[in-house]
């Protein structure tokens, strides 16, 4: 699944409600935030344009792929 709606982190959280808690707790809203918290700062060892899909649109970086 490739849809921000149907996507989750590796902790499991839906990619809104992290991002609510980032905002919640002051954590600047940024890509490499982002994936620290959401992967607890072990991104996968390959990174897949799957990966990248999963991401809130605003952290997503498509230009790693072409």
Not at 7 to 31: C, I, N
Request: no cysteine.
């Amino acid at each position: 699944m490739t849809s921000q709606a149907a996507s989750v982190t590796r902790t499991g959280t839906d990619p809104s409600d992290l991002l609510r808690l980032m905002k919640e707790r002051g954590v600047p809203l940024t890509r490499d935030n982002y994936l620290h918290m959401a992967y607890f700062g072990e991104l996968p060892e390959q990174w897949t344009p799957e990966h990248e899909a999963d991401l809130p649109k605003q952290f997503q970086d498509f230009s790693q792929f072409k």
